[in-house]
């Protein structure tokens, strides 16, 4: 499970109450989910390019999370708030098809791509479906930090040709589809207000049932080529971190300094990203791709920013 699926959730969700008190653990735990999704962006990059398949991969993010929320979901039932429509929608928008192609995209292009389509788009992409669908009216400062995130982006996308990712527009592509397919996800969660539970039911439990026996019987792996540490590594943040330790924090950020904060907090995400990119995987970019990932951090805190929290 994805962090950045959780903190939609969280932000939703009407029964989470919001304390002023403690909050510097309110930051303390935004800055650790920073980092968590930062590190799950380079993992993912790094296992894409591996041994493993996009497919083993896509396995143990559905496997894995599935095994952990199955109590859980089966203690709260969400199959009888939700409807077979609504059922089928988000278990398809958050199904393989997204994974794969977020999965596929780090094999053509580097984390830094993948934090930036991923985490950058959202904002701009969830304030035009707001728009079109919703009728809701973006306040300025929102246009004005979607034009920055959507300047940025072609930005970096250009600055690439001069890289060694020659390649790497067909990993913006999946990217790109990706970020449509939980776009649709957010507007429908914007409509229906889904529970944390009702989020597990479709996004890992029947999406896990459904894909663990296509992947075992009919898709290639290559867990027989990979190493140990690789397959530990890959289960770990593709099935335990963010959907345990993530699901936490975000949980205790969000209460102490709300979701205005912590989504704001996120922009630090493409930059750290980025930087780990390059540290771990030899991810070198030019300065244009550095100043399109500071402006694109710049238009993702002001268009997640509200006016409503202080610091």
């Known amino acids: 499970m994805h962090l950045r699926e959780v903190i939609i959730v969280l932000m939703k ?3 989470i109450s919001i304390s002023t008190n403690n909050k510097i653990t309110g930051f303390l735990a935004a800055g650790a989910v920073v980092c968590i999704w930062s590190t799950w962006i380079v993992v993912s990059r790094a296992g894409a390019i591996s041994n493993l398949t996009v497919f083993d991969m896509t396995a143990m993010r559905f496997g894995i999370s599935s095994a952990i929320i199955f109590p859980y979901v089966l203690y709260h039932k969400p199959w009888n708030t939700l409807n077979l429509n609504k059922i089928f929608f988000l278990t398809f928008v958050l199904g393989p098809l997204y994974i794969l192609a977020v999965f596929f995209g780090f094999r053509y292009a580097p984390a830094s791509h993948g934090a930036v389509f991923m985490n950058g788009l959202l904002p701009a992409m969830s304030l035009i479906a707001g728009f079109f669908i919703f009728k809701i009216n973006p306040r300025p400062f929102q246009v004005v930090g979607s034009v920055i995130i959507l300047l940025s982006i072609a930005g970096l996308s250009l600055s690439s040709k001069d890289l060694n990712f020659s390649l790497s527009w067909k990993g913006d592509i999946l990217f ?3 970020g449509i397919f939980f776009t649709a996800y957010v507007v429908a969660n914007r409509a229906w207000k889904i529970s944390l ?10 999406n896990g049932f ?7 019987f009919f898709l290639p792996s290559g867990l027989h080529l990979a190493t ?3 397959i530990v590594l890959q289960s770990i943040y593709q099935g335990i971190i963010p959907p345990l330790i993530g699901l936490v924090l975000v949980a205790h950020a969000v209460r102490r300094i709300g979701s205005d904060a912590t989504s704001s907090m996120m922009a630090a995400v493409p930059g750290l990203a980025a930087l780990l990119g390059t540290i771990f995987l030899n991810e070198v970019l030019n300065l244009n791709s550095w100043l399109s990932i500071f402006a694109l951090t710049v238009g993702i805190a002001v268009t997640s920013w509200s006016g409503k929290f202080k610091f």
Do not use: D, V
């Open 13 to 15: 969700n009407p029964t």
């Open 176 to 178: 790109l589809i990706g």
């Open 197 to 206: 539970a009702e989020f597990f039911l479709c996004s890992s439990l029947i």
């Open 210 to 216: 459904l894909f663990i026996p296509i992947w075992y």
């Open 228 to 230: 140990l540490n690789q």
